[in-house]
């Protein structure tokens, strides 16, 4: 077994992808936005649960990542996904198109994270839904970002609602993490 695929069944002790996006309201028919996808943890089941008639966009700015995601997508008949390199802050994948955007485990990671977060604000449909699943800005015996780069759940909250959205839950999503969902203001 390669280290990837290690990594991801450990981390899935601990981070189920297919129970988060259900919990955010993931199903048929949805768009959605992967941003910093990485190889698909989550953009793969994404796109099972949003089926042939749904749609899942993935960024990132790793080219291997995303050549990656892409013969994975090929090996499990996935035709559903639109994969493209580029910089969260540069780069819109649509306009008003996406049903959710997603962030998982990256907002942190972002040279402009302000940025990239008014570009899910473009890219995301009224009645959409922005999704952070972030590591949590606490001491911990675990793997991880640096905690100096780590955004705390009032920082994340603030940098979202300050891009034009307004955060309905904030909620603990395993003993890692932290799960925000925001809706555009009207």
Not at 4 to 10: T, V
Not at 11 to 28: D, M, Y
Not at 168 to 186: M, N, R
């Amino acid at each position: 077994m390669s280290f990837g695929g290690y990594f991801e069944r450990f981390r899935r002790r601990w981070q189920n992808p297919e129970v988060i996006l259900e919990r955010v309201g993931l199903k048929a028919n949805l768009t959605f936005i992967d941003v910093g996808c990485g190889n698909g943890f989550f953009a793969i089941p994404a796109a099972r649960m949003v089926g042939e008639s749904g749609k899942v966009y993935g960024l990132d700015i790793s080219s291997n990542a995303i050549n990656q995601l892409r013969e994975i997508a090929k090996r499990k008949g996935l035709s559903n996904l639109e994969l493209k390199v580029g910089k969260a802050e540069e780069t819109m994948l649509c306009r008003g198109c996406a049903d959710i955007v997603f962030f998982a485990n990256d907002l942190h990671d972002f040279e402009n994270p302000s940025k990239v977060v008014a570009n899910a604000r473009k890219m995301i449909k009224t009645i959409g839904r922005l999704v952070d699943l972030d590591w949590k800005k606490n001491g911990m015996a675990f793997i991880g970002p640096p905690m100096r780069i780590r955004l705390s759940e009032e920082e994340a909250s603030h940098l979202i609602e300050a891009a034009g959205f307004k955060v309905e839950t904030v909620e603990e999503a395993g003993p890692y993490h932290y799960l925000i969902i925001a809706k555009p203001k009207d």
